[in-house]
């Protein structure tokens, strides 16, 4: 967690940190340890729900996502994703972010450890009552080779998908974000 953070915001952590998490379908019972969370990002919302916010948690195979969602009630939870993305040592630890426009972006990348190099980027979106990845970005080099890097980005929404200049249509449609793991991606970015 970043030296900034608030004490606002490191209550919010400890708040979260002792949610039980039991009541959500596939959630393992327990809390999240203060010293687990990686990110914590709020956002407003258009639609049914004012406000989301999402934690993202170490686990023992990568990070877990929470969404929780405020519809002018108090907080509750909408979202548990095991395992959303990969989680390494120094320069490998994933982290979120929000947009101007509510969209949530969750950075995976292995920037520290042999030649090959990459960024993975999953952008969340809420649209029709759902979180969903929306959004698939994955950037690769290797650094004994100039030649050897690339760029796949790929709009789930409406399947059309970039991979090195050419363009293509994937056949990956936009999943929910309790679907996603960490082993997911469109097939079509796996040419690189």
Known sequence: MPNSVSWTVLSVVLAVSSFAFASHAGAETGAIAPSAVSGMETAPVDGDIYRYKAVLADSEEGADLYIFTDAGDGWTQDVY????????????????????????????????????????????????GRFLVAGYTYTYY???????????????????????????????????????????????????
């Open 81 to 128: 994703a095991k395992d959303i993305v990969w989680r390494g040592g120094i320069g490998q630890e994933p982290w979120i972010e929000t947009t101007e426009k509510g969209a949530l972006k969750v950075y995976s990348e292995n920037s520290s450890i042999g030649r090959n190099r990459w960024e993975q980027i999953l952008t969340i979106a809420y649209r029709k």
């Open 142 to 192: 290797d650094t004994l080779d100039p030649e050897s890097n690339g760029i796949c980005d790929v709009n789930l929404l409406t399947g059309k998908g970039e991979l090195n200049d050419k363009t293509f249509r994937t056949s990956l449609k936009a999943l929910p974000v309790e679907e996603w793991t960490m082993d997911t991606r469109p097939p079509e970015c796996n040419e690189n």
